[in-house]
């Protein structure tokens, strides 16, 4: 069966230094894979998408990696703030153009925490 | 722009009752979702529309789920009779559709559910 693996255990980091999560997949062939952060209470909020075809996805201090052959996204989150601190969610997912599915398949989030 | 509107944003009930959760999606979205989101987990997708057919809703427990999109807006998710297992956060999700392009979805705060 299709599993996606997200740390469980919360990352906890200083401020300033560059946080990397990990997201693996088994039994799974994505067309892209998207990571979302989620504050305590609140819904997920849409960061950055990687296609199949895409090595690494840059935006401001964040950058993705997806490696199809491992089958792992790593995300990384440079100079970190106490600010980054939230609950990161990888989502696969297999885009149809044909029926207009997009549906996406998360993991269960690692949870972040930046120290001052 | 306005976001992903969702009401009740919390709701107790005991088993066996009925409850609805209601969503507006962003305006322009063709797309809308329901997501089931349990505590320690990520969002687990129940239903998908296209404006208003339904897409996808191999995951809804179709003897207590239902769901509508009435007019290709406005979403309605109901629970009749609720367990204690569908003690969750019920969010609401929506996108561009496929001619969009766009894969990104945007969510709204979600509905807390308390079965008691």
């Known amino acids: 069966s299709q599993k996606i693996e997200q740390n469980s255990e919360a990352l906890n980091i200083q401020e300033g230094k560059t946080a990397t999560l990990t997201c693996n997949y088994t039994?799974?062939?994505?067309?892209?894979l998207q990571w979302y952060r989620q504050d305590p209470g609140r819904g997920p909020v849409f960061l950055l998408l990687?296609?199949?075809?895409?090595k690494e996805k840059r935006k401001e201090r964040l950058k993705v990696t997806f490696d199809t052959t491992l089958k792992q996204s790593l995300f990384h989150i440079t100079a970190s703030q106490p600010a980054d601190s939230a609950t990161y969610l990888c989502?696969?997912?297999?885009?149809?153009?044909?029926?207009?599915?997009?549906?996406?398949?998360f993991g269960s989030g690692t949870r972040l925490q930046v120290q001052p | 722009e306005a976001g992903v509107a969702q009401s009740p944003r919390y709701k107790i009930i005991e088993k066996r009752q009925s409850v609805a959760f209601w969503c507006n999606p962003i305006?322009?979205?063709?797309?809308l979702y329901w997501y089931q989101q349990i505590l320690g987990q990520g969002p687990k997708l129940l239903i998908q529309?296209?404006?208003?057919?339904?897409?996808?809703d191999s995951q809804l427990p179709k003897d207590r789920f239902s769901a509508e999109r009435l007019k290709g807006v406005d979403s309605t998710l109901k629970i009749q009779p609720a367990k204690l297992e569908d003690s969750a956060v019920y969010l609401c999700?929506?996108?561009?559709?496929?001619?969009?392009?766009?894969?990104?979805?945007?969510f709204g705060p979600g509905t807390r559910l308390t079965v008691t």
């Open positions: 529309f296209q404006n208003n057919g339904v897409v996808d």
């Open positions: 990687i296609r199949e075809n895409e």
């Open positions: 305006s322009g979205h063709a797309t």
């Open positions: 039994n799974y062939s994505p067309a892209y």
């Open positions: 989502a696969l997912g297999k885009g149809s153009m044909d029926t207009g599915r997009r549906a996406l398949t």
């Open positions: 999700a929506s996108s561009l559709g496929f001619s969009g392009g766009s894969y990104e979805q945007y």
